[in-house]
């Protein structure tokens, strides 16, 4: 099964080479960067397909020399169905209201619910920076005109904050972050199943939950999305 569709892009792109973040055996990711034109953004669909993902206004893909660890990986939407694991975070969390909206709006609320976020889960170096976390919230929650936010509340209290991309037959799983207090109710995973609910109420084919990486525990549990495909190669095959 080859990729959707290919494109041919006249828009400038560029590369950036830095060491790999998941794993730490000094191998370099490097990174291939887009700019997009109009239409090009009318086509994102085309692009995730090609394995490509979004950042701000900017589309990009891993072009690492001699590793292909990183995978992107996508779901039929019509054809999944939640294992019983997954069904009963999705019963724990029946208590939670979700707002969705077509815009994205950032709010102090949501930059500390994100710096809080990614300085318990992820600042496994060092803490990131108040300054570096509204940066990078600024590129995800804006920069394509069809982002769509679904906002989670425990009664009135904001715990967990989903973007994700529209394209014209797809979803794409762009950034959850979440409240870490509530860990045991698995928030990450009720938002992918909830993600999932939506594309198919929008009557989306595809799903895109970004990159699956099987030897890190942090990217590999998009595998029990299932059935599932990954990209290898320039094809997209059924994998589980």
Not at 207 to 230: A, C, H, T, W
């Amino acid at each position: 099964m080859h990729s959707d569709q290919a494109y041919e892009s006249s828009s400038p792109v560029f590369q950036e080479h830095s060491p790999c973040p998941y794993f730490k055996d000094s191998r370099i990711s490097s990174i291939e960067y887009l700019i997009p034109n109009e239409e090009e953004k009318e086509n994102f669909h085309i692009y995730l397909s090609n394995g490509y993902r979004r950042l701000g206004r900017i589309f990009y893909w891993n072009v690492c020399e001699n590793c292909e660890e990183c995978r992107p990986l996508r779901i039929e939407t019509d054809k999944c169905r939640p294992g019983k694991s997954q069904m009963r975070t999705w019963k724990k969390n029946k208590d939670i209201r979700i707002e969705i909206a077509d815009t994205s709006s950032l709010t102090t609320e949501k930059i500390m619910l994100y710096h809080s976020y990614v300085n318990s889960k992820h600042a496994e170096d060092k803490k990131e920076e108040l300054g570096d976390s509204v940066n990078i919230l600024m590129a995800i929650h804006h920069g394509y005109t069809r982002i769509i936010e679904m906002e989670y509340f425990l009664k009135d209290k904001l715990i967990g904050v989903g973007i994700v991309d529209a394209g014209e037959d797809s979803l794409s799983s762009n950034y959850f972050y979440y409240n870490t207090d509530y860990l045991d109710r698995r928030l990450g995973i009720f938002s992918i199943l909830k993600e999932i609910e939506l594309a198919q109420k929008l009557k989306k084919k595809y799903y895109y939950l970004g990159f699956y990486i099987e030897d890190n525990s942090k990217m590999s549990y998009k595998k029990y999305f299932r059935p599932n495909q990954v990209l290898e190669t320039g094809e997209w095959r059924d994998f589980l």
